[in-house]
């Protein structure tokens, strides 16, 4: 299968998304987010007249032992894009089940938005959480940030989709049926119940101020593409 040069060229948005230059990082963002939308509603013309017969699966590295937060962004992300992630703790990886570009580009996104709430959050540690905290109470604003930053991110996800969705109505029973099976394939997978999480107020509140910063554009029209400096 010959690569979709629409994808390749949001991989290469995302990575320099995760730039250190801050300006550079937030326009790429906007860039791959402004093609993704307008791709999403081309991949919806192109899967109206030629169903899909199956789903895809792309592996994405995490840690085995996934922290609450990372586990609610692989569910945001998920939904925002028509998937379902499953996480295999033996191996480290995550995999998303989905059609089409769909996965691949719930993959990258769900590596792209690790790695920037990653970011965010050690430098929120750096400037407001002191070296003489305990570490207890530093990890709980480390997670308490997360949190915080996730709940934004994914509140702002579905806004996206609710604008921009993803699938054409009448390709939902249709994808929905394959990521069914290719599950059903995979055999029986665990729900992990999560535990009640204590929270530091602060550090959450500052992790949701933080979570509007990253790079979720909300789409197409004719004002995005006017500012559109990168085309499909």
């Not at 480290?92 to 590596?111: C, E, R, S």
């Not at 609710?162 to 994808?175: E, F, M, R, S």
């Amino acid at each position: 299968m010959e690569p979709n040069p629409i994808i390749e060229k949001i991989k290469k948005l995302l990575a320099l998304a995760n730039s250190s230059n801050e300006h550079e990082a937030a326009l790429a963002a906007s860039h791959a987010q402004r093609l993704l939308s307008e791709h999403n509603l081309a991949m919806a013309d192109i899967e109206a007249a030629h169903r899909p017969d199956k789903a895809d699966k792309v592996e994405a590295n995490v840690s085995k032992t996934l922290p609450k937060w990372l586990r609610i962004l692989s569910a945001g992300v998920s939904t925002a894009f028509d998937c379902q992630a499953v996480h295999y703790p033996s191996s480290g990886k995550m995999v998303f089940i989905g059609v089409g570009a769909d996965v691949q580009i719930a993959a990258y996104t769900f590596a792209y938005l690790d790695r920037t709430t990653r970011k965010l959050c050690a430098n929120y540690m750096k400037r407001q959480v002191g070296e003489t905290v305990p570490n207890r109470h530093r990890e709980l604003m480390r997670q308490s940030y997360y949190l915080g930053a996730i709940t934004t991110i994914n509140q702002r996800l579905r806004e996206q989709k609710q604008q921009t969705p993803i699938t054409p109505g009448a390709l939902v029973p249709v994808k929905a049926g394959l990521i069914k099976q290719a599950m059903g394939d995979i055999g029986p997978t665990r729900t992990v119940r999560s535990r009640k999480s204590y929270i530091n107020s602060d550090a959450y509140n500052q992790g949701q101020d933080d979570g509007k910063k990253v790079g979720i554009q909300q789409g197409i029209g004719s004002e995005a593409r006017a500012r559109r400096t990168i085309t499909g």
